[in-house]
């Protein structure tokens, strides 16, 4: 069975500040891969990332980071220097080996405030 | 350009009967996907289709059915035994290789449902 579980439904920051969006995975397959979708008000999910079990290395792509950790199940997203534009909320999800369906978390509500 | 769309954006409907939803992918994805969300929920998978004429059920497929006919398009209907349908739908797609390989689903605009 698969499970994300994000946290923090809300999250309210002023501009400039930096936030990290926390999400816990469960998976007992050891091949899988974990994404994170922004859905923006308009409604449609737009892919940021994929990281695959296998690559534990964190990235960075301009102001977004992504901290990966298979000693503790998570793979955090922080954005540093918040601006009003990612204002929207977040997914995390997962598949593992042995599904064929991507499962998501509930979503983290984020509001950049100017 | 490639992309997914469904139409309409949004739809309401009397309480009794069934609804088509539109997506259609010019992205030649064998894979594709109808989620729901509601609100302050996360996606939860409907129906998806890994080629054309076969389709599998999701978590919540009760109340809903769909077809694969074409490669690039995968209506979903919501029938009258769908007890609550008011949701936001949206459908996806992914590469040939399907989400196993790791493949990223690309999503469609969505549809807001409203039955009244």
């Known amino acids: 069975a698969q499970k994300v579980t994000q946290a923090q439904t809300e999250i309210s920051v002023v501009e400039k500040e930096d936030v990290t969006l926390d999400c816990v995975y469960e998976?007992?397959?050891?091949?899988?891969?974990l994404f994170w979708y922004k859905q923006p008000p308009s409604g449609e999910l737009v892919f940021l990332i994929r990281?695959?079990?296998?690559?534990?290395q964190n990235e960075i792509s301009g102001r977004y980071s992504w901290n990966f950790q298979k000693s503790t199940s998570s793979f955090n997203f922080t954005i540093t220097a918040s601006q009003v534009v990612d204002s929207a909320v977040y997914f995390c999800?997962?598949?593992?080996?042995?599904?064929?369906?991507?499962?998501f978390g509930s979503g983290t509500q984020l509001t950049v405030l100017p | 350009d490639g992309g997914i769309t469904q139409s309409p954006k949004y739809l309401f409907r009397k309480e009794g009967q069934n609804v088509t939803l539109s997506c259609e992918q010019n992205?030649?994805?064998?894979?594709m996907y109808w989620y729901r969300q509601d609100p302050g929920q996360g996606l939860r998978l409907i129906y998806y289709?890994?080629?054309?004429?076969?389709?599998q059920k999701g978590d919540i497929a009760e109340g809903y059915s769909v077809s694969r006919e074409k490669k690039e398009s995968f209506p979903l209907t919501v029938t009258s035994a769908q007890k609550n349908p008011t949701a936001f739908y949206l459908c996806?797609?992914?590469?040939?290789?399907?989400?196993?390989?790791?493949?990223?689903?690309?999503f469609g605009p969505g549809t807001r449902l409203t039955v009244l």
């Open positions: 998976t007992r397959d050891t091949t899988y891969y």
């Open positions: 999800a997962l598949i593992s080996g042995s599904a064929r369906q991507l499962t």
């Open positions: 992205l030649n994805h064998d894979a």
């Open positions: 990281r695959n079990s296998f690559d534990e």
């Open positions: 996806a797609s992914s590469s040939p290789a399907g989400l196993a390989s790791g493949n990223e689903q690309f």
């Open positions: 289709s890994q080629i054309v004429n076969d389709f």
